[in-house]
């Protein structure tokens, strides 16, 4: 078992940023993919971004990129999704996710992840 506690989020402008943490705990967090997705209401979840177990490699929505940012603390065993440039349409409540599958084309997609976050709400302001 691998249990998700989320942290941050909150109100911001347009133009803002804000910074979204995941912290693990239970398994070896190096074992697993970690992702963000995200549900604004009335819509269904959707992928973010994810970084790979076995060495950083990233990928991110075109709606978020160039302005979102995904990371890990290993010695934390910690998400991070840092959001720049936040737009009013980026509001939604955020999840985050690990995943212990090994192929990385279907890391986008929610049915990969084992493993969820509580969610944290984030609102932009127009």
């Known amino acids: 078992q691998v249990q998700l506690v989320q942290s941050g989020g909150g109100w911001v402008q347009a133009g803002g940023s804000l910074r979204l943490s995941c912290a693990a705990s239970g398994r070896t967090f190096s074992n697993y993919t970690m992702a963000w997705f995200r549900q604004a209401p009335g819509k269904e979840r959707e992928f973010v971004a994810w970084?790979?177990?076995?060495?950083?490699?990233?990928a991110s929505a075109d709606s978020v990129k160039g302005r979102f940012t995904i990371s890990t603390d290993n010695a934390q065993n910690t998400a991070i999704l840092q959001m720049n440039s936040l737009k009013p349409e980026d509001t939604a409540a955020y999840y985050c996710?690990?995943?212990?599958?090994?192929?990385?084309?279907?890391?986008?997609?929610?049915?990969?992840?084992?493993?969820w976050g509580q969610g944290t709400q984030v609102t932009v302001s127009s």
């Open positions: 996710a690990a995943s212990s599958t090994r192929s990385w084309w279907v890391w986008n997609k929610r049915e990969s992840y084992d493993y």
């Open positions: 970084i790979a177990w076995n060495g950083g490699r990233t």
